[in-house]
């Protein structure tokens, strides 16, 4: 966070100079407003960001051509931060428009071309529409193979995003190939201690940890760390990934003591180096939450969760899917606690964000309803938590088959409720 505050202010002040020297639409002033609002986007004040990426797209709108390379920079570096807001549409919108310039004038094979074709995909894997995530990665993927050696670094980013997609539609074995595929390009072309092979072992790490292979997952997350603690400051935000990383494994394995420990080094970094309210952190209080949770420290799991729903509030948009799975948490943490009328209420602004959002097709929202009905239930208010598990099924088996076991705990749950009524 330091360096980035350093790097504001003499871009603060360069812009300051320029403003006293130039007109008001110089070309020059659009440089440093995207400089600073690279700035804010990394040190994640993202309304900042987003201020000083539009003043310099409205410098080169009155200044360049329609179809000008740098509107086409400018647009993505818009589109950048409305991805970092959980903002998909906006951020697709000006993807496209980045794109769209992007075709109409340059080669078929550039890499502007590839590197537009990789932020849409990043929006729409972001947006679960990963068969379209797919599509664009790929047509990326192919530009970077007709231009560059078979061991460029760009070809790994290219694996190493295609997979990402595998890992997110569950299709583990692909997801592997691909990492690994972007893991032999780095321990070629890279030295045996450089950032990028670390990312690389901590992708194959996520991997193994989503199917549930704990000890492999270790293994790699350790690589990682190994790496970091070498090259890195020991308040590196990449550090604090990797604590994490090792703490969600721990989490998972059962060992409590040690999970706290590693997501603590996390938040000492974070706390060195983020913003109080930095979205990174609410992702670590929801996960410091969730150990108290599994150790039956419930005041102190209703503590870190409620701080992430603070930032979240005042970070992110009202129905980012984030927030839900906040609400949902402090929901869980009420309901262990026995108080279902604090609890129910979360658990509706959860499902309230989800059916409005894309992921009202998938599991997420089918849980918000089975959780919200359990409330129900142990409030004895039957008749709602029956109107709430008829409507599970139509979700959960447009997103399972019919024969998953979700869809039987549902239709068990319901002859349950009848039972009750």
């Given at each position: 966070m330091g360096e980035y505050s350093k790097a504001l202010s003499y871009y603060e002040n360069a812009l300051q100079i320029k403003e006293k020297a130039l007109p008001s639409n110089h070309p020059s002033l659009a440089i440093s407003y995207n400089n600073i609002g690279s700035m804010y986007k990394n040190m994640g004040e993202y309304s900042k960001a987003l201020s000083s990426h539009e003043k310099a797209l409205e410098i080169y709108?009155?200044?360049?051509?329609?179809?000008?390379?740098?509107?086409?920079?400018?647009?993505?570096?818009?589109?950048?931060?409305?991805?970092?807001?959980?903002?998909?549409?906006?951020?697709?919108?000006?993807?496209?428009?980045?794109?769209?310039?992007?075709?109409?004038?340059?080669?078929?094979?550039?890499?502007?071309?590839?590197?537009?074709?990789?932020?849409?995909?990043?929006?729409y894997d972001s947006m679960e529409e990963y068969s379209k995530a797919l599509s664009f990665y790929e047509k990326a993927f192919e530009i970077k193979q007709k231009t560059l050696p078979s061991n460029h670094p760009d070809l790994a980013t290219s694996y190493n995003n295609i997979g990402s997609v595998y890992k997110n539609m569950r299709q583990y074995s692909k997801a592997l190939t691909f990492y690994e595929k972007d893991l032999e390009i780095c321990e070629k072309t890279l030295p045996s201690n450089h950032p990028s092979l670390a990312t690389s072992y901590g992708n194959i790490g996520s991997v193994y940890y989503s199917m549930g292979e704990d000890s492999k997952a270790l293994s790699f997350y350790e690589k990682a760390l190994e790496i970091r603690q070498k090259t890195l400051p020991s308040n590196h935000p990449s550090l604090g990934t990797s604590y994490s990383n090792i703490g969600s494994v721990y989490h998972n394995m059962g060992e409590y003591s040690k999970a706290l420990s590693f997501y603590e080094k996390d938040l000492k970094i974070c706390h060195q180096t983020l913003r109080y309210y930095h979205p990174d952190l609410a992702t670590l209080y929801n996960s410091i939450g969730s150990v108290y949770y599994s150790i039956g420290e419930y005041t102190k799991a209703l503590s870190f969760c409620e701080k992430a729903i603070e930032i979240q509030q005042k970070t992110l948009p009202s129905n980012h899917p984030s927030l839900a799975i906040s609400y949902n948490n402090v929901g869980l943490v009420y309901s262990k606690m026995g108080e279902y009328s604090k609890s129910l209420p979360f658990y509706e602004k959860a499902l309230?964000?989800?059916?409005?959002?894309?992921?009202?097709?998938?599991?997420?929202?089918?849980?918000?309803?089975?959780?919200?009905?359990?409330?129900?239930?142990?409030?004895?208010?039957?008749?709602?938590?029956?109107?709430?598990?008829?409507?599970?099924?139509?979700?959960?088996?447009?997103?399972?088959?019919?024969?998953?076991?979700?869809?039987?705990?549902?239709?068990?749950?319901i002859e349950i409720v009848k039972k009750k009524l």
């Amino acid at each position: 966070m330091g360096e980035y505050s350093k790097a504001l202010s003499y871009y603060e002040n360069a812009l300051q100079i320029k403003e006293k020297a130039l007109p008001s639409n110089h070309p020059s002033l659009a440089i440093s407003y995207n400089n600073i609002g690279s700035m804010y986007k990394n040190m994640g004040e993202y309304s900042k960001a987003l201020s000083s990426h539009e003043k310099a797209l409205e410098i080169y709108q009155k200044t360049l051509p329609s179809n000008h390379p740098d509107l086409a920079i400018s647009y993505n570096n818009i589109g950048s931060v409305y991805y970092n807001m959980g903002e998909y549409s906006e951020a697709l919108s000006s993807h496209e428009q980045a794109l769209e310039i992007c075709e109409k004038t340059l080669p078929a094979n550039h890499p502007d071309l590839a590197t537009s074709f990789n932020n849409i995909g990043g929006v729409y894997d972001s947006m679960e529409e990963y068969s379209k995530a797919l599509s664009f990665y790929e047509k990326a993927f192919e530009i970077k193979q007709k231009t560059l050696p078979s061991n460029h670094p760009d070809l790994a980013t290219s694996y190493n995003n295609i997979g990402s997609v595998y890992k997110n539609m569950r299709q583990y074995s692909k997801a592997l190939t691909f990492y690994e595929k972007d893991l032999e390009i780095c321990e070629k072309t890279l030295p045996s201690n450089h950032p990028s092979l670390a990312t690389s072992y901590g992708n194959i790490g996520s991997v193994y940890y989503s199917m549930g292979e704990d000890s492999k997952a270790l293994s790699f997350y350790e690589k990682a760390l190994e790496i970091r603690q070498k090259t890195l400051p020991s308040n590196h935000p990449s550090l604090g990934t990797s604590y994490s990383n090792i703490g969600s494994v721990y989490h998972n394995m059962g060992e409590y003591s040690k999970a706290l420990s590693f997501y603590e080094k996390d938040l000492k970094i974070c706390h060195q180096t983020l913003r109080y309210y930095h979205p990174d952190l609410a992702t670590l209080y929801n996960s410091i939450g969730s150990v108290y949770y599994s150790i039956g420290e419930y005041t102190k799991a209703l503590s870190f969760c409620e701080k992430a729903i603070e930032i979240q509030q005042k970070t992110l948009p009202s129905n980012h899917p984030s927030l839900a799975i906040s609400y949902n948490n402090v929901g869980l943490v009420y309901s262990k606690m026995g108080e279902y009328s604090k609890s129910l209420p979360f658990y509706e602004k959860a499902l309230e964000i989800y059916q409005k959002t894309l992921l009202s097709k998938r599991s997420h929202l089918s849980t918000s309803y089975t959780k919200t009905d359990r409330i129900f239930r142990n409030m004895k208010d039957y008749s709602k938590a029956l109107s709430n598990y008829e409507r599970v099924p139509d979700i959960r088996q447009r997103a399972l088959l019919r024969t998953h076991p979700l869809i039987k705990d549902v239709t068990e749950s319901i002859e349950i409720v009848k039972k009750k009524l």
